[in-house]
């Protein structure tokens, strides 16, 4: 059975950082592009940051550039979202998704939420102003 579990989120002051870790299990992650969204009510899912497994092609929402930076742990099977800087309008539930990369067009459209096959449930970031 294909898991993708993320974890990290929390409640944090404005300026302060929070790291999301994003585990998969039941399939081979160096096969699969990761990406992290995020999305609020009545907002649409939005695509901040992927990464392929080679991290050859990498993907950073123009809205997180110098805050938020992305890694992968093959050995741990598990992708980061290291989130400095925050903001109030940071506040969302954030989801990983992983996608295969061999046949797909995901490595160039790493921001796309359809691109992706597999998504875990999301955890919650909360900013305080």
């Known amino acids: 059975e294909v898991q993708l579990q993320a974890s990290g989120g929390g409640l944090v002051q404005s300026g302060g950082s929070l790291r999301l870790a994003c585990t998969g299990s039941?399939?081979?992650?160096?096969?699969?592009?990761i990406g992290w969204f995020r999305q609020g009510p009545g907002r649409a899912r939005e695509g901040i940051a992927g990464?392929?497994?080679?991290?050859?092609?990498?993907y950073l929402a123009d809205s997180v550039k110098g805050r938020f930076t992305m890694s992968r742990d093959s050995a741990k099977k598990t992708a980061y979202l290291q989130m400095d800087n925050l903001k109030p309008e940071d506040t969302d539930v954030y989801y990983c998704a992983a996608g295969p990369e061999r046949g797909s067009s995901l490595r160039l459209r790493l921001w796309v939420p359809y691109e992706y096959t597999e998504w875990g449930r999301g955890t919650q970031v909360t900013v305080s102003s």
């Open positions: 990464m392929t497994s080679s991290g050859e092609h990498t």
């Open positions: 039941g399939f081979t992650f160096d096969d699969y592009a």
